[in-house]
């Protein structure tokens, strides 16, 4: 088994296994019904997401927000690993 990420809390290290059908964050998200169109707000750049992809990308933003970069940090690896043009477009 091929574990991506380890991530070091406190004194435990952690590993953390991403999934392409998963989101990879440690608590439940809600996982919308459908996908839709994202524009960058820095460059105008747009990219299509499925469902799973805007749901982790919207836990991505909500995350910055409110300082969690554990969490920030899993959803940028689960994008650059599933989805790297899209990664490339709105979270470079």
């Given at each position: 088994?091929k574990w991506l990420k380890i991530m070091?809390?406190?004194?435990?290290?952690?590993?953390?296994?991403?999934?392409?059908?998963?989101?990879?964050?440690?608590?439940?998200?809600?996982?919308?019904?459908n996908g839709g169109i994202v524009k960058?707000?820095?460059?105008?750049?747009?990219?299509?997401?499925?469902?799973?992809?805007?749901?982790?990308?919207?836990?991505?933003?909500?995350?910055?927000?409110?300082?969690?970069?554990?969490?920030?940090?899993?959803?940028?690896?689960?994008?650059?690993?599933?989805?790297?043009?899209?990664?490339?477009?709105?979270?470079?």
């Amino acid at each position: 088994m091929k574990w991506l990420k380890i991530m070091e809390i406190g004194k435990i290290l952690m590993k953390i296994k991403l999934v392409k059908d998963k989101p990879p964050f440690k608590v439940a998200i809600q996982i919308y019904d459908n996908g839709g169109i994202v524009k960058n707000p820095y460059s105008g750049e747009t990219a299509r997401l499925n469902a799973l992809e805007l749901s982790i990308y919207d836990t991505i933003k909500g995350c910055e927000q409110f300082e969690d970069y554990e969490n920030v940090r899993l959803g940028l690896d689960w994008f650059m690993k599933f989805n790297p043009s899209a990664y490339m477009i709105l979270l470079d």
